[in-house]
């Protein structure tokens, strides 16, 4: 069974740009969580979709956003980049609905994006 | 509101030596607890979880956590260290609705031939 996949590994660009960072869940799970793991700060959730709609947002500007497609996988789009953006943007999916039982997440190996 | 934070952004230890990563916790109603580790290059997978049943919970690879309300610790613990066990480290804590999960900065863990 295949795990949860992000693309590209690795996301260079420059200030003011936009970024795009794609994640296919595990197969049968349609909860898609998208985490900034920034060094030495952990990982902050971003944005939690499920079926298709954005759910729940952390603290983040709007110029973070994403979107569910109908075959469950995502997109996180970052508008006008910042130096400070530059971390590991990982994807993670559940079988679980918002994981109310709180049942395991699943992570993919995450997107490393720089801007310069 | 709920936190977490990890003793040591690195730990190094000898190999057959005892791992201990430290993690504390608040929160205002009992938390389900989380161990995570990430491999070089990889992404995270769940060591273990604490759900308010054993208080000590073992997981995968050999390692295992108390639950210490008394001390608002998670800690995790490996009695002999193996060179695989190089990675990082995150505890993490939630209550109702995973993706509120609160995870730490972290732990590096470095094993020493």
Same mark, same amino acid.
């Given at each position: 069974?295949?795990?949860?996949?992000?693309?590209?590994?690795?996301?260079?660009?420059?200030?003011?740009?936009?970024?795009?960072?794609?994640?296919?869940?595990?197969?049968?799970?349609?909860?898609?969580?998208?985490?900034?793991?920034?060094?030495?700060?952990?990982?902050?959730?971003?944005?939690?979709?499920?079926?298709?709609?954005?759910?729940?947002?952390?603290?983040?500007?709007?110029?973070?956003?994403?979107?569910?497609?109908?075959?469950?996988?995502?997109?996180?789009?970052?508008?006008?980049?910042?130096?400070?953006?530059?971390?590991?943007?990982?994807?993670?999916?559940?079988?679980?609905?918002?994981?109310?039982?709180?049942?395991?997440?699943?992570?993919?190996?995450?997107?490393?994006?720089?801007?310069? | 509101?709920?936190?977490?934070?990890?003793?040591?952004?690195?730990?190094?230890?000898?190999?057959?030596?005892?791992?201990?990563?430290?993690?504390?916790?608040?929160?205002?109603?009992?938390?389900?607890?989380?161990?995570?580790?990430?491999?070089?290059?990889?992404?995270?997978?769940?060591?273990?979880?604490?759900?308010?049943?054993?208080?000590? =919970?073992?997981?995968?690879? *050999? &390692?295992?956590?108390? $639950?210490?309300?008394?001390?608002?610790? #998670?800690?995790?613990?490996?009695?002999?260290?193996?060179?695989?066990?190089?990675?990082?480290?995150?505890?993490? =804590?939630?209550?109702?609705? *995973? &993706?509120?999960?609160? $995870?730490?900065?972290?732990?590096?863990? #470095?094993?020493?031939?």
């Amino acid at each position: 069974e295949a795990g949860v996949t992000q693309s590209p590994t690795h996301l260079i660009k420059t200030r003011g740009q936009q970024a795009t960072l794609r994640c296919s869940p595990i197969s049968g799970h349609t909860s898609v969580y998208w985490y900034q793991q920034a060094l030495g700060l952990g990982l902050q959730f971003l944005l939690w979709y499920d079926e298709g709609e954005e759910r729940n947002r952390g603290n983040f500007p709007p110029r973070f956003s994403g979107r569910q497609f109908p075959n469950y996988s995502s997109e996180l789009n970052v508008n006008a980049l910042e130096l400070e953006d530059s971390a590991l943007y990982l994807c993670a999916s559940s079988q679980d609905r918002g994981l109310a039982t709180n049942e395991k997440l699943f992570f993919g190996s995450g997107t490393q994006l720089s801007v310069l | 509101a709920q936190s977490v934070t990890q003793l040591g952004s690195h730990v190094s230890v000898s190999e057959g030596a005892l791992v201990l990563l430290r993690c504390n916790y608040s929160s205002s109603v009992p938390p389900y607890l989380f161990w995570y580790v990430q491999y070089p290059n990889q992404g995270l997978q769940l060591l273990l979880k604490y759900t308010s049943a054993a208080t000590l =919970v073992k997981g995968i690879n *050999g &390692f295992e956590a108390e $639950f210490k309300k008394s001390e608002t610790s #998670f800690h995790l613990t490996k009695p002999s260290a193996h060179m695989s066990d190089a990675a990082e480290y995150f505890c993490a =804590v939630s209550n109702t609705g *995973g &993706f509120k999960t609160i $995870f730490g900065a972290g732990t590096r863990l #470095f094993v020493k031939a």
